[in-house]
Nanobody
Framework: QVQLVESGGGSVQAGGSLRLSCAAS????????MGWFRQAPGKERDFVAA???????YYATSVKGRFTISKNNAKNTVYLQMNSLKPEDTAVYYC????????????????????WGQGTQVTVSS
């Protein structure tokens, strides 16, 4: 089992920044991938960004150039730095963990992620 704990959500005005963190504990191994997804009210959960064990990163088109995913292997923690936030970024953000090696084609596939965090709310006001 792997437990994921997210933090860093909150409210910010458009143009502002937030940094989300997700700490993984339990049966983590050196080779894994983690990702971020988000779900706005009344909408499906969408892919945001992911990073695999070799530090390759993948982004949704809507956040590319504004969001940066990174990780600290020693702490089993992944971060999502969100800059130039827009009201349409408002959503609950979920951290996800997989033992699979993800690629550009598979990074956004929710079914390959084995564990999920509880979510953290991000609200961007105009």
């Amino acid at each position: 089992q792997v437990q994921l704990v997210e933090s860093g959500g909150g409210s910010v005005q458009a143009g502002g920044s937030l940094r989300l963190s997700c700490a993984a504990s339990g049966r983590t191994f050196s080779s894994y991938a983690m990702g971020w997804f988000r779900q706005a009210p009344g909408k499906e959960r969408d892919f945001v960004a992911a990073i695999n064990w070799s530090s390759n990163t993948y982004y949704a088109t809507s956040v590319k150039g504004r969001f940066t995913i990174s990780k600290n292997n020693a702490k089993n923690t992944v971060y999502l730095q969100m800059n130039s936030l827009k009201p349409e970024d408002t959503a609950v953000y979920y951290c996800a963990f997989t033992y699979s090696f993800i690629t550009a084609q598979s990074a956004g596939a929710m079914e390959q992620y084995n564990y999920w965090g509880q979510g953290t709310q991000v609200t961007v006001s105009s």
